[in-house]
Nanobody, 126 residues
Framework: QVQLVESGGGLVQAGGSLRLSCAAS????????MGWFRQAPGKEREFVSA????????KYSDSVKGRFTISRDKANNTVYLQMNSLKPEDTAVYYC???????????????????WGQGTPVTVSS
């Protein structure tokens, strides 16, 4: 069965950049919308970004719009989250997720996703 594995997290200074990757194994998510969420300690999981099943449309939370970019590489079965101008408030564990239905546009709600990765931690220092 398909599994999602995030990578690319780590420690970075405020103003720096990171690129997160979400790779699928055991199958593909080429017909599913993909999303990125994050969760800080003691907080609810928060929507970050999503892309439609074909990568044509994207969505971003207001807090990351203009700084983060989501993309997908269908050939490599990988979704990316490029994070620029990072702020301390971006510190969280970042999760990628695959949509629950095919040909989706990408939901901003966690309930729109059926498969989640383990998460990769991002820490932004001031």
């Amino acid at each position: 069965q398909v599994q999602l594995v995030e990578s690319g997290g780590g420690l970075v200074q405020a103003g720096g950049s990171l690129r997160l990757s979400c790779a699928a194994s055991g199958g593909t998510f080429s017909t599913y919308a993909m999303g990125w969420f994050r969760q800080a300690p003691g907080k609810e999981r928060e929507f970050v970004s999503a892309t439609s099943w074909n990568g044509v449309t994207t969505k971003y939370s207001d807090s990351v719009k203009g700084r983060f970019t989501i993309s997908r590489d269908k050939a490599n079965n990988t979704v990316y989250l490029q994070m620029n101008s990072l702020k301390p408030e971006d510190t969280a564990v970042y999760y990628c997720a695959a949509g629950s239905v095919r040909y989706g546009s990408g939901s901003s709600s966690p309930t729109g996703y059926a498969l989640w990765g383990q998460g990769t931690p991002v820490t932004v220092s001031s």
